[in-house]
T-cell receptor, first 114, second 113 residues
Framework: DTAVSQTPKYLVTQMGNDKSIKCEQN?????MYWYKQDSKKFLKIMFS???????INETVPNRFSPKSPDKAHLNLHINSLELGDSAVYFC?????????????FGPGTRLTVT | DAKTTQPPSMDCAEGRAANLPCNHS???????VYWYRQIHSQGPQYIIH???NNETNEMASLIITEDRKSSTLILPHATLRDTAVYYC??????????????FGGGTRVLVKP
C-alpha cells in the first residue's frame, strides 16, 4: 500500500490556468508538508499543516493555497500559473516517534507550465 | 538549524562500503543529524538519524564524531540501487513552529558495477 500518494503524477498546463495537486497519506500522521524542487534540484519547504492547521508558510506567493480537509489530506491549489511554477512538487507527512520526526515523501508531481 | 557541508559527488564500487561524509561544525547540543536520499525521479527517503551515539539500521550506519562536528553515513554493501543524492540535514528534534527539512545540495553517489 502506498503510504503517501499524490495525483496527478504529471501536469502540463498553460500560463494563467488554475490547477490543483492532491495528496493523501494513510500512515495516520498528524503533520503534512508541501515541498518544491526546482530545475536546479533544490528542495524547499512551502507549507506544513498539523491536524489541519497551517504551521509553516515559507513566503510562498499567495497564488498557492494549501487546503487540508482532514489530517490525511493536504491539497495544493495554484492560481494564475506562471512559467516559474514549473517544478516537481512533493508532499510529505510525519509523526513523532521517539522524537524522530522522519518525514515520508510522496512520489512527486511534475508540473510543467507552458 | 545548523548548516551542513557535503562533497558534491562521489563514486563507489558495487559491493563495497560507501562512506559519505558530512561536516556540521556549528551543530548545537539539541540538534540531530538526519540522512535522507533521493533516487532519481522519486521522493526523498528517510535513511537514519542520530544525536551523539552511533546508529545502525537495516539501511545504513551513522557514525558521529565525539565533538559532533562531523558524521559519516555508511552504506555497508553498496548496490546499483543505492545510486542517489544523499542529504545530510541537521535540525532540532522538535520546533513548535514546525519541523521542516532544509535540504542542501547533497552528495550525488554513483555506484558502479
Amino acid at each position: 500500500d502506498t503510504a503517501v500518494s499524490q495525483t496527478p503524477k504529471y501536469l502540463v498546463t498553460q500560463m494563467g490556468n488554475d490547477k490543483s495537486i492532491k495528496c493523501e497519506q494513510n500512515l495516520g500522521h498528524d503533520t503534512m508538508y508541501w515541498y518544491k524542487q526546482d530545475s536546479k534540484k533544490f528542495l524547499k519547504i512551502m507549507f506544513s499543516y498539523n491536524n489541519k492547521e497551517l504551521i509553516i508558510n515559507e513566503t510562498v506567493p499567495n497564488r498557492f493555497s494549501p487546503k487540508s480537509p482532514d489530517k490525511a489530506h493536504l491539497n495544493l491549489h495554484i492560481n494564475s500559473l506562471e512559467l516559474g511554477d514549473s517544478a516537481v512538487y512533493f508532499c510529505a507527512s510525519s509523526q513523532e516517534y521517539r522524537g524522530a520526526y522522519e518525514q515520508y515523501f510522496g512520489p512527486g508531481t511534475r508540473l510543467t507550465v507552458t | 538549524d545548523a548548516k551542513t557541508t557535503q562533497p558534491p559527488s562521489m563514486d563507489c564500487a558495487e559491493g563495497r562500503a560507501a562512506n559519505l561524509p558530512c561536516n556540521h561544525s556549528t551543530i548545537s547540543g539539541n540538534e540531530y543529524v538526519y540522512w535522507y536520499r533521493q533516487i532519481h525521479s522519486q521522493g526523498p527517503q528517510y535513511i537514519i538519524h542520530g544525536l551523539k551515539n552511533n546508529e545502525t539500521n537495516e539501511m545504513a550506519s551513522l557514525i558521529i564524531t565525539e565533538d559532533r562536528k562531523s558524521s559519516t553515513l555508511i552504506l555497508p554493501h553498496a548496490t546499483l540501487r543505492d545510486t542517489a543524492v544523499y542529504y545530510c540535514i541537521v535540525r532540532v528534534r522538535f520546533k513548535a513552529a514546525g519541523n521542516k527539512l532544509t535540504f542542501g545540495g547533497g552528495t550525488r553517489v554513483l555506484v558502479k558495477p
